[in-house]
């Protein structure tokens, strides 16, 4: 009697290889797009950070500091206006830096209060003494159409947010603290 030794037959191998190959194709490009929007949705959260750090800078220390996006070179910048003829100064601390997109975001427009919206050139967000901010909504856009973020900042409040653009917030609500 012959003994029949233990494993498998090629074609049972091929058909697990087909089998795990067909789950991989169908995972890989869901983890691959939920990589990117993690990526949008985390450079939105650091923008709206920097947004209400600025804020809080320029109330503390009883001036104004503006956030300026460059749409073209893909980043933005902290700075302080310093005197005449249009001339900012670069804030330069550890726990407040410029920043520059990632490489998942696609596209960034700003858009201002006045509705006008803009995908190139440099633009600013001011925060004044006050607390209060001329206000934008800035877009940060993905590989697919569908993949957009929005850092909504109020200009009554000067309150920062992330959004999704389908569902706008409301920025300039006063909340009464009491006294």
């Known amino acids: 009697m012959g003994r029949r030794r233990g494993g498998f037959t090629l074609l049972e191998v091929v058909v697990?290889?087909?089998v795990a190959g067909v789950a991989a194709g169908l995972i890989v490009p869901r983890m691959g797009r939920s990589l990117e929007r993690r990526e949008l949705r985390e450079a939105a959260g650091r923008l709206a950070i920097t947004a209400r750090t600025v804020r809080e800078l320029a109330v503390a220390r009883g001036q104004a500091f503006e956030i300026r996006i460059d749409l073209d070179r893909r980043g933005y910048a902290i700075v302080m206006p310093a005197g005449r003829a249009g001339r900012v100064r670069m804030v330069k601390n550890s726990w407040l830096e410029s920043g520059r997109w990632p490489a998942a975001v696609n596209k960034v427009a700003l858009q201002t209060p006045d509705?006008?919206?803009?995908?190139?050139?440099t633009h600013g967000i001011r925060f004044d003494p006050d607390g209060t901010s001329s206000g934008a909504n800035v877009y940060?856009?993905?590989?697919?159409?569908s993949d957009v973020v929005a850092v909504l900042i109020g200009a009554h409040t000067g309150r920062a947010v992330v959004a999704d653009p389908d569902?706008?917030?409301?920025?300039d609500e006063q909340v009464d603290l009491g006294d």
């Open 16 to 18: 697990v290889l087909v």
């Open 115 to 121: 509705g006008q919206t803009f995908s190139t050139g």
């Open 140 to 145: 940060l856009g993905g590989a697919r159409e």
């Open 167 to 171: 569902q706008p917030a409301d920025l």
